[in-house]
């Protein structure tokens, strides 16, 4: 009797979450497999999940030999085979995941996601990324794709051109939401864009609450989410922040010794709302160090000059 044995290692909770969260399911009923293909379009995303989770970087012909030590069948189902997960049938998935818009998709398995878990969501977690990517990426003529272009470098490779990820999450940590951006894009814009887009399509409680970085807050986009609650952090270039920093104000102590804040309303991008300026003890101290540290590198350099004056 010849006995094989294979290594499940993460594969197998990575598939049985798959399958308890219902995404098979739902990626077959918004394009179903047709034809004489062995593969479901399923089948070959979870495929796609499972090598990605395995940080393995390589060509799509070279796609299979990932799963060759794996047991497929057990993961992918009866009869599936590595040979099976050819450049072209990834190929024809990744065309059909583009066609009805991977956004798109990507929120109807959330909104599944959500009625399976049962988790209320309060809390939005709003923010964005960009990748580098090597090569020309010319644009072509008439694509409605996002182009890979020069933009703000966040890894400080401003020789690459790159694409931007917006991504929103629930308190937990679960995404709800992710989309692609050209890479200059402006994340002030697409940041609303996407905010907009999320509420648009999954239906959330009156009191949810969209947080994200200072780059949400200008007086356009104040405007544009005035039916939504946000929680975010003023920027000083704003001119109304930078006069309250500097004024005389009367801190109340929180509940946590090491911070106190401050309340008020104002009134900005015609919207009303709540201001909190918030004191921190330790920040102020490590300040302090700091400016002390910059008083003796001032006051040594001027010692320094004032000697070769004196020559």
């Avoid at 299979?64 to 590595?82: D, I, K, M």
């Avoid at 990744?94 to 818009?101: T, W």
């Avoid at 814009?189 to 959330?204: C, D, G, P, Y």
């Avoid at 009134?267 to 003890?281: C, N, R």
Wanted: hydrophobic residues 35%; charged residues 30%.
């Amino acid at each position: 009797m010849h006995i094989t044995t294979n290594a499940l290692d993460h594969h197998g909770i990575v598939c049985g979450i798959f399958d308890e969260l219902e995404i098979g399911s739902i990626i077959d009923e918004v394009f179903p497999k047709v034809g004489q293909h062995k593969l479901a379009h399923s089948i070959v995303i979870k495929a796609m999940i499972l090598n990605c989770l395995g940080f393995t970087d390589s060509r799509l012909y070279l796609y299979s030999q990932y799963f060759e030590n794996l047991p497929v069948e057990r993961l992918l189902g009866p009869g599936v085979s590595a040979s099976d997960l050819t450049d072209d049938v990834l190929g024809r998935t990744l065309d059909k995941i583009y066609e009805v818009d991977p956004t798109q998709l990507f929120m109807k398995i959330s909104m599944k996601m959500m009625e399976i878990v049962n988790l209320k969501v309060i809390q939005l977690h709003c923010d964005d990324t960009n990748f580098s990517v090597h090569g020309n990426y010319e644009p072509e003529d008439g694509s409605s794709a996002i182009e890979l272009t020069y933009g703000h470098a966040k890894d400080k490779r401003y020789d690459l051109k790159r694409f931007s990820m917006g991504m929103i999450v629930n308190q937990y940590g679960m995404p709800l939401f992710t989309q692609a951006y050209s890479g200059n894009s402006s994340d002030k814009e697409t940041i609303v864009e996407a905010m907009k887009r999320l509420k648009e399509n999954i239906e959330f409680p009156d009191d949810v609450y969209f947080i994200a970085d200072s780059s949400l807050y200008s007086e356009d986009n104040v405007k544009a989410l005035k039916d939504m609650k946000w929680i975010t952090r003023v920027p000083s270039t704003i001119h109304l922040c930078k006069e309250l920093l500097i004024s005389d104000i009367e801190f109340k102590q929180g509940k946590d010794s090491r911070y106190s804040f401050y309340e008020t309303m104002v009134e900005y991008g015609d919207i009303k709302q709540k201001w909190v300026v918030v004191h921190s003890t330790e920040m102020h101290k490590r300040k302090d160090i700091t400016l002390e540290k910059k008083i003796k590198k001032i006051v040594k350099e001027a010692q320094k000059e004032l000697k070769e004056l004196k020559k």
